[in-house]
Structures are given as C-alpha cells and as structure tokens.
C-alpha cells in the first residue's frame, strides 16, 4: 500500500475541513419576548435566544413557529439562501459537492410577538386529582 506524502494529507486534510464547516450554517431566532417557545417544522426545540445549526442544502426552508403567555403564536419561515458562504465556495472549488451548501442563514432572525388575550378560562380543563 502506498503512503500519501505530507503535502498530500494536508491537503485531503484540509478540503474535508473546509467540507464539513462549509456544510453547516447557524441563525440565532431572536424575539421581543425572552424566553419565548421556539418550534421549527412544528417540532419544540428551545427558547429564545434560539441558536439554529443545520445542514440542509441551498433553498431549503425551515418554519419557525414563537409562542409565548399572554401573546398571540407568531409564524415564519427561515430559507437556506439568505447568505453566501465563501467556506462552502472554497470546498466546492476543490470537492465540488459543497456547493450544495453555498448559501447560508442570515446571522439573526428577529421574530415580533403581538399581545393577545389569554386563552379563556372555559377552554382550560380542570384538573383532576386522585383522591
């Protein structure tokens, strides 16, 4: 078996570097409200300040749903194509596959909730206690 030269692993090295960081992309979801419920695809992940990391490729879309007491739930949709990523146009010069992942997130993402009217007392269910 053959044994790659320094250069050479330096060089593999590096390009799965720049592969592996070029493919991910981070957002923070902000909200007026701290603390405020996050869910993304309808699934709760955390609140906010919200740190999102994916690896969804160019023009992929997350829904990003903010609930909190006492304001109404706020919708929004976050897309894979807000901001150009030189890591991922590095890797995809010398992997070509990163260019799948050449757009990234805006670093933030600001979410204004509204005051509503709390829920009404007749839709909450009384709570049952073992006796």
Not at 8 to 26: D, I, R
Not at 46 to 72: C, F, H, N
Not at 123 to 128: C, D, F, N, V
């Amino acid at each position: 078996m053959k044994k790659l030269s320094k250069k050479t692993s330096v060089a593999v090295v590096t390009a799965l570097v720049f592969g592996v960081v070029a493919c991910s992309s981070s957002t923070v979801i902000r909200s007026n409200v701290q603390g405020a419920k996050v869910y993304l695809n309808g699934e709760y992940v955390g609140t906010t300040p919200y740190t999102m990391t994916d690896t969804k490729i160019v023009g992929s879309t997350t829904t990003v749903r903010l609930e909190a007491p006492g304001y109404e739930p706020t919708h929004g949709v976050i897309s894979r194509s807000e901001v150009f990523s030189i890591g991922a146009c590095i890797g995809g010069v010398l992997v070509l596959f990163p260019f799948l992942w050449i757009m990234g997130y805006k670093p933030e993402h600001f979410f204004e909730l509204r005051p509503g009217s709390p829920v009404p007392r007749a839709m909450i269910a009384p709570t049952i206690r073992p006796r």
